[in-house]
């Protein structure tokens, strides 16, 4: 069992910044790609990105390339999403999850493990 705790979320004006963070409380977090979905009010969460087990690959929602950075400390069982140039649209509940198996990233349905969420909210 893996628990993950999401941290960092808040307002923040459009243009401005913010870095989440997920700890996580398995002993082989360096065997999990961690990844980052979002659900705004009434749509379905979506992917935004992920980071392959030893951080050597990095994937990104296109609406969020080039602005989101996603990476990982295994020695502190975190993941970070560094969140730059936020705009009105990237408002929304983020989500930090977990999987170690397969290999596609982008389907919320193949990760077993989530956190509880954390609010961003970025003003025009």
């Known amino acids: 069992q893996v628990q993950l705790v999401e941290s960092g979320g808040g307002l923040v004006q459009a243009g401005g910044s913010l870095r989440l963070s997920c700890a996580a409380s398995a002993r082989t977090f360096s065997s999990y790609t961690m990844a980052w979905f979002r659900q705004a009010p009434g749509k379905e969460r979506e992917f935004v990105t992920a980071?392959?087990?030893?951080?050597?690959?990095?994937y990104y929602a296109g609406s969020v390339k080039g602005r989101f950075t996603i990476s990982r400390d295994n020695a502190k069982n975190t993941a970070f999403l560094q969140m730059n140039s936020l705009k009105p649209e990237d408002t929304a509940v983020y989500y930090c999850?977990?999987?170690?198996?397969?290999?596609?990233?982008?389907?919320?349905?193949?990760?077993?493990?989530w956190g509880q969420g954390t609010q961003v909210t970025v003003s025009s």
């Open positions: 980071i392959s087990w030893a951080g050597g690959a990095t």
């Open positions: 999850a977990a999987k170690n198996r397969g290999m596609a990233v982008t389907n919320r349905n193949d990760y077993d493990y």
